[in-house]
């Protein structure tokens, strides 16, 4: 009964600004990291950031450091990804990822789509 539900994806025109959420529900939310990942057109998923249970550790892929913000709210069950200064190359269906128990769980994924 895991759920993970993004939003907040739309279309954004280069060096633009958008925030994702994923709102979560069915675990522990507290206890767990969790990550975004990232899945363009004829591409691999890619993995674009993850978040420690309590926000004390963030790490990020070379490709949006510097330019993504991976936050969380546990008290709201909510994870977010600030993401500023777009680039055409930010286009994908975006989804929240968690690993529990030895399983993978993802959401549906909103979609970014930066263009002029």
């Known amino acids: 009964q895991v759920q993970l539900v993004e939003s907040g994806g739309g279309l954004v025109q280069p060096g633009g600004s958008l925030r994702l959420s994923c709102a979560a529900s069915?675990?522990?939310?507290?206890?767990?990291?969790l990550s975004w990942y990232r899945q363009a057109p004829g591409k691999e998923r890619e993995w674009v950031a993850v978040i420690s249970s309590a926000s004390s550790v963030t790490r990020y892929a070379d490709s949006v450091k510097g330019r993504f913000i991976c936050t969380r709210d546990n008290a709201k069950n909510t994870l977010y990804l600030q993401m500023n200064s777009l680039k055409f190359e930010d286009t994908a269906l975006y989804y929240c990822g968690l690993e529990k128990d030895g399983r993978d769980y993802w959401g549906q994924g909103t979609q970014v789509t930066v263009s002029q």
């Open positions: 069915g675990f522990a939310f507290s206890n767990h990291p």
